[in-house]
Nanobody, 117 residues
Framework: QVQLVESGGGLVQAEGSLRLSCTTS????????MGWYRQAPGKQRELVAT???????NYTDSVKGRFTISSDNAKNTVYLQMNNLKPEDTAVYYC???????????WGQGTQVTVSS
């Protein structure tokens, strides 16, 4: 069983920055792709950013150039650096670990990010 614990959310003004952290219960980055998703009130959960086992990153268009996903193997932690935040970034952010074989996804409990205008 893999456990994911997110932290770093909070309230920030527009154009501000936050860094989210997701600490895993073990060393899984060599076998699991990691990702950040978000869900705003009344909307479906959407992909924000992913990082593959090989370190390849991918971002949804709305955050490109503003958000950066990275991982620290020594700390078993994935980060999401969020700069130039906008009110539309307000959501609960979830960390995800995706294992391709056997196919399994694990989720953190979520952390609230609120951006005021």
């Amino acid at each position: 069983q893999v456990q994911l614990v997110e932290s770093g959310g909070g309230l920030v003004q527009a154009e501000g920055s936050l860094r989210l952290s997701c600490t895993t219960s073990g060393s899984i980055f060599a076998v699991a792709a990691m990702g950040w998703y978000r869900q705003a009130p009344g909307k479906q959960r959407e992909l924000v950013a992913t990082i593959s086992t090989g370190g390849i990153t991918n971002y949804t268009d709305s955050v490109k150039g503003r958000f950066t996903i990275s991982s620290d193997n020594a700390k078993n932690t994935v980060y999401l650096q969020m700069n130039n935040l906008k009110p539309e970034d307000t959501a609960v952010y979830y960390c995800n670990a995706h294992f391709p074989w056997p196919l399994q996804d694990y989720w953190g409990q979520g952390t609230q990010v609120t951006v005021s205008s």
